[in-house]
């Protein structure tokens, strides 16, 4: 039988037992996400989405190869490597997409619905490219690229808002020469308009590859 002061001690060994389990089981509050400038603000977008012009750039690449191919006739069409170079714009878009929604940071007044259009393109992007690489040779150079307009819009105004240059190559180059993490350009959520038949992007954020049909990069 235990003593009145065996049952105090186990009570309140209980209690700290508890107390230790509920206090180790609360997560700790986030910190609160940081409020970026401008400027800053600019250099975190254009990180997020010139990597993507890579990824179009190669799309584009293939896309031409295809067409090459495909006119010189008598030869079995390949769409594999177009097809591959499809799902890394996915990739990238998604990628980038997530980026831009990170919850640690806050994008400045003013400029947030215009990332959110990006961000939201860059999305429909990912989706529609995964959709296309399953495409046969035929149907990829038959194809032309759904809402390309949309996404030029939503890369453009992304641009103005944060104080980048109009030109979407020249604002990747630029990041690119102060150290920044984008590419030579951005390819994939900000797309223009697709010029031609093909699977075609329009010109994102940071660059148009200029190949008239061809997925060009999106934001």
């Known amino acids: 039988m235990r003593t009145r002061s065996g049952i105090r001690a186990a009570a309140m060994a209980a209690c700290a037992t508890l107390c230790l389990t509920v206090l180790g089981c609360s997560d700790p509050e986030p910190p609160p ?18 990597p993507v012009n890579a990824a179009w750039d190669a799309a584009d690449l293939e896309l031409d190869r295809l067409r090459l191919a495909a006119g010189r006739g008598g030869e079995r069409l390949d769409a594999r490597p177009l097809a591959e170079a499809l799902r890394g714009v996915a990739t990238a878009s998604e990628r980038a997409a997530e980026e831009l929604d990170a919850a640690s940071r806050r994008w400045p007044a003013g400029t947030e619905a215009a990332v959110e259009s990006v961000l939201a393109s860059l999305q429909d992007d990912a989706a529609q490219a995964r959709r296309v690489a399953k495409l046969d040779a035929d149907e990829l150079l038959g194809y032309a690229w759904q809402d390309a307009d949309v996404t030029g819009e939503a890369a453009a105004a992304a641009r103005a808002a944060l104080g980048l240059p109009e030109d979407p190559e020249a604002a990747c180059a630029e990041r690119e020469e102060s150290g920044g993490a984008g590419g030579a350009g951005e390819a994939g959520g900000e797309a223009g308009g697709a010029d031609d038949a093909g699977p075609a992007a329009g010109d994102p954020e940071p660059g148009n590859s200029g190949n008239a049909g061809a997925p060009e990069q999106a934001p």
């Open 33 to 50: 996400p940081e409020v970026l400038s401008v400027s800053a603000a600019g250099g975190a977008y254009l990180d997020a989405v010139c």
